[in-house]
């Protein structure tokens, strides 16, 4: 059973800054596009950020553009997203997720296989 566990959420103040980590297990992980989505309650799951499985090309959704930073570590199995200059619509449960597909990005949740339980980020004005 392949896992994906993230870590790293938490409450902080607007300008501030959060890593976000995610362990995968049970997957060849460097053979994996891995991303990051966020949801807010009563909202659908939007996109936020992926790297391609050599971590050669990432891709971000406009809003996070510029203050997020996506990298992964395929020797320790674990992708990571650095948030900088927090916003309160920053605010929502972050998921992070494994798509098979080697050369391409995906931004859809359809594309993706595996998916974590997710962590919660609160941003404080």
């Known amino acids: 059973q392949v896992q994906l566990v993230e870590s790293g959420g938490g409450l902080v103040q607007a300008g501030g800054s959060l890593r976000l980590s995610c362990a995968a297990s049970?997957?060849?992980?460097?053979?994996?596009?891995m991303g990051w989505f966020r949801q807010v309650l009563g909202k659908e799951r939007e996109f936020v950020a992926a790297i391609n499985a050599r971590g050669t090309s990432t891709y971000y959704a406009d809003s996070v553009r510029g203050r997020f930073t996506i990298s992964r570590d395929n020797a320790k199995n674990t992708v990571y997203l650095q948030m900088s200059s927090l916003k309160p619509e920053d605010t929502g449960y972050y998921y992070c997720a494994a798509d098979r597909t080697l050369f391409t990005i995906a931004t859809t949740t359809q594309s993706y296989d595996y998916w974590g339980q997710g962590t919660q980020v609160t941003v404080s004005s």
């Open positions: 049970r997957l060849t992980f460097s053979r994996y596009t």
